[in-house]
């Protein structure tokens, strides 16, 4: 199987490790992987905001450079929502059948990674070794739009060594949502303060998440309060082993 990975803009410019684990923990499995260089944005920031003349020319760059591989996997349930739902949207409003072609066939190749690792390799014991106490948060794409359930967690439980510990009121939003936490940002602080401190109430030392996003607005609270909580892509996670615990082979 060849498979793609969508690295994302914050994966690209702020968070290259959640990508990076991804490639690392694919090519273990033994799948081919490459990282297409010409992609770019998949457009979701203008979609959110109403601009969806401006997203067309990403949507159909994404098409592009995503053309021709067996799989497309996401290290976002942002992004990966984006693709899978968003981009028909773009891809109507634009009129041009070429890009709507190109999403009608990107579409069933878009996995988010717990998605591409149960559903489509069929795996939950990936072989990683991760001895720390860890909680989840699911985050708000993955979980109500892509709906991928209990994937990540099944994933994490067979994890070597792991204290998986469970979140309490896991399922709320943490507050960033993409541009709402510049739009409403006092709201937004709001609800990630109280993520952060359901967090705490766990004694967790990390933070796992999907979503580079959620981790980063989760995490800069969970920093300024000097909680002592890393945080970590659910991708990281999954790379490390045994012989190399920071999952950087």
């Known amino acids: 199987m060849r498979v793609a990975v969508m690295a994302t803009c914050l994966g690209d410019a702020m968070f290259p490790e959640a990508p990076r684990a991804t490639v690392r923990l694919l090519r273990r499995l033994g799948v081919e992987v490459e990282v297409p260089e010409a992609q770019t944005c998949c457009g979701q920031p203008m979609v959110n905001t109403g601009y969806l ?9 994404t098409v592009e450079a995503f053309e021709g591989f067996d799989a497309v996997v996401v290290p976002s349930g942002s992004c990966a929502g984006s693709v899978r739902h968003q981009h028909r949207l773009v891809a109507e409003r634009a009129g041009d059948p070429a890009v709507a072609d ?3 066939r990107l579409v069933p190749r878009a996995h988010e990674l717990s998605e591409l690792l149960v559903d489509v390799l069929g795996v939950t014991d990936v072989g990683a070794s991760f001895p720390h106490r860890v ?14 359930g209990d994937r990540p967690l099944r994933l994490l439980r067979e994890v070597r060594g792991i ?11 943490c507050g960033f949502g993409g541009t709402f936490a510049v ?15 359901h967090v705490r109430e766990t004694g967790a030392e ?36 045994a012989d190399d615990p920071a999952g950087r082979a």
């Open 53 to 61: 003349d401006e997203a067309v020319p990403l949507v159909r760059r």
């Open 102 to 104: 190109g999403v009608a």
């Open 135 to 148: 909680t989840y948060h699911p985050t708000c794409h993955s979980l109500r739009m892509l709906r991928v």
């Open 163 to 173: 204290d998986l510990v469970e979140l309490p009121r896991a399922d709320e939003c």
């Open 183 to 197: 739009k409403n940002a006092e709201v937004s602080v709001a609800m990630g303060a109280d993520k952060a401190r």
């Open 206 to 241: 990390v933070l796992v998440a999907g979503d580079a996003s959620c981790l980063m607005h989760v995490g800069g609270l969970l920093s300024r309060q000097r909680a002592g909580v890393r945080t970590m892509h659910l991708a990281e996670v999954l790379a490390s082993t």
